[in-house]
C-alpha cells in the first residue's frame, strides 16, 4: 500500500497539510498526518521517522520560518523527503531559504505547492505500485485533455 508520512512542525500547519492529504488520496496514495517539531520534541520527531520508514513511504515534512524539519528528517531517514514549506508573506517570503539551503549529506527535496508535492511523492511510490502509476497516467492524461479542450476553445471562440 503506497503510504506518505506528513509531518508538520505545529498544528498551525494543518490546513496546509491537508491539502496535499486531498491530492494525495486522488492518487491512490494513503497519508497519515503527525506533528512533531524538529526544535522543540527532536526526540518525538526522530522515533515517528524511525516507526514509519520500516514501511515503503515517502516523508512530506512541513515547516515554515526556520525549517529545521526537512533537514532533520531527512538525514535519520533513507527514505525520500519531500519539504512542502507553506509560504509565507512575512519577510517578502525569504524564509523559504531555510528549506532550501541544507548542509552536506541532507537532501530534502523542496517543492512549494500542496498538489505538486503530493504528485512528487505519488511519482515515488509509483515505482513499485501499479495502482499508484495508473492514477498518475489518469491525472496527466486529464490535465493535457483539459489544456487541449482550453486551446481549442479559445481558437474558435
Not at 39 to 67: D, L, M, Q, W
Request: glycine residues 4%.
Amino acid at each position: 500500500m503506497a503510504k506518505a508520512v506528513i509531518i508538520m512542525g505545529s498544528k498551525s500547519d494543518l490546513q496546509w497539510c491537508e491539502k496535499i492529504k486531498e491530492n494525495l488520496s486522488k492518487l491512490g496514495v494513503v497519508s497519515i498526518l503527525r506533528i512533531a517539531s524538529a526544535h522543540k520534541v527532536p526526540i518525538k520527531c526522530y522515533e515517528i521517522i524511525k516507526e514509519y520508514e520500516k514501511e515503503k513511504v515517502v516523508f512530506i515534512t512541513i515547516a515554515g520560518r526556520s525549517n529545521a524539519l526537512s533537514g532533520f528528517a531527512d538525514a535519520q531517514t533513507w527514505c525520500p523527503v519531500i519539504a512542502c514549506p507553506p509560504y509565507s508573506d512575512k519577510f517578502a517570503g525569504s524564509d523559504i531559504y531555510s528549506s532550501l539551503r541544507m548542509p552536506s549529506s541532507v537532501a530534502p527535496m523542496t517543492v512549494l505547492e500542496p498538489a505538486n508535492a503530493a504528485l512528487a511523492a505519488a511519482k515515488i511510490l509509483a515505482m513499485s505500485d501499479d495502482i499508484v502509476r495508473d492514477r498518475i497516467k489518469a491525472y496527466q492524461k486529464e490535465a493535457r485533455k483539459t489544456l487541449e479542450k482550453d486551446d481549442k476553445d479559445l481558437c474558435n471562440g
